[in-house]
């Protein structure tokens, strides 16, 4: 039935496309703009005169006095907090999580190699022999403070469920240059070892290689790194994935 | 060299784009835009679902394009390098617009659909052939979404050209695919359209 969807769609496209004269309009439009653009000199660097300058200097220093004088915004918080929250907010999204990986399994015959989550964007990847280990979720977070204010905000984070004792290099997020290189080994006592080499792109520029033992569930601190006045927090979460019936 | 000469014969994609850029041969320009301002302005408009804007997109998307031609690297086909230009420019159109939600969906993505969708002919899809179901169904769709199913579906590129044009990995866009045509089915499951 999928394929009557399919079939309306491209019935419905079929009725939108412009017809021969709305096209002939259109490519002439193109052709015209592209003819008045290339007849245009080509735009030089100003130099902007010292009057300008200056007035581009007092408008930036009422800015900044602006900016000193208002209330500092309560948005960052303390670090018991945010560890706390993070711990929550693992919990709530578990279940989100997990039926998401059992779907993606399902439409991909249980090839699925991996599944990334990164704000809204999901990336997944397939592997031709499927993995034969336990599956588990994976939350890499980065907090940030700055030495002045001190309080911690949390400015990357990024879901993985991938399988244990399979070594996986991947990009979790294509519209950035991140990459996460990963592998993880079943402990007793409901513990997992995760070593990881995480590249960020974005919002920081931050390499940091890790191996930690983490408690299914607890919100462990995998690194911490300080780069001129910021310093910056690593967490790492985990929990396996129950498997699907 | 006239644009009869030059239309005479078909000349490939990279043969007009190694004209332009050594020659920046008008002739060459007029065929390469003649022969793609349809199929981007097709392409585009499910993905912008105005056809104002659909016009607007196609024209910056092939000024983008000649502007870029020097960039072209003739590793991907043309048409790939074309269409992943449009989508870009209709990503950035979408958001300097500020549509979302209710209106067009750039990034959300919701996620209460069912556990499983019933594909069977047992279910009996009568669906509604107007134009506005397909139109308003379509806007609920995450941008990312309604790309994947307009580069499979309407445009019948496969998964792995798709995911070229969509710079991510043929699997993602399969998921993209199966969300977007779960939530195709259940939006018009629940205007009735069944």
Partial sequence: MKNVIDQKLRDWAAEQRPSAEQSSSLTASVLKAWQQKSRLPKPRPRNLSPVVWTGIATTLAAALIVVFMLPKASSVASLDTLLSSERKSFQDDITRITHLFQEAETLFDNQLHWLSQSGQATELGLAATPPTGDAFTLRFTLLSRSHDNGGWQRIWSTDLVAHDDDYLEITPDSSRATTISLWMHRLKNNQLFVESHLQLDSPRSIQTATSEVLSFGEVHTAARITDNNTEYLLLQTATPIPCSS | ?194
Wanted: net charge neutral; aromatic share 8%; charged share 20%.
């Fill in chain 2, 1 to 194: 060299m006239s644009v009869k000469d030059v239309a005479q014969y078909t000349i490939a994609d990279t043969e007009l784009v190694r004209r332009i850029t050594a020659d920046n041969c008008p002739a060459a320009t007029s065929v390469l835009v003649e022969r793609y301002a349809s199929r981007v302005r097709a392409f585009v408009y499910p993905l912008l679902l105005n056809h104002a804007d659909a016009d607007d997109v196609t024209q910056i998307a092939l000024l983008r394009a000649l502007d870029n031609l020097a960039s072209y690297r003739f590793q991907a086909a043309f048409s790939t390098w074309l269409y992943r230009i449009a989508v870009n420019v209709a990503k950035n159109y979408l958001r300097q617009q500020n549509r979302h939600n209710s209106c067009l969906s750039i990034d959300a993505e919701v996620n209460n659909l069912p556990s499983s969708i019933d594909y069977s002919p047992v279910a009996q899809l009568e669906l509604n052939e107007t134009a506005d179901n397909i139109k308003s169904a379509l806007q609920e769709l995450p941008f990312d979404q309604r790309t994947a199913i307009t580069l499979v579906v309407i445009e019948g590129h496969d998964y792995q050209t798709a995911a070229a044009i969509s710079k991510c990995n043929p699997a993602t866009l399969r998921w993209r695919l199966h969300r977007a045509r779960q939530r195709l089915f259940q939006i018009l499951s629940e205007r009735g359209d069944l």
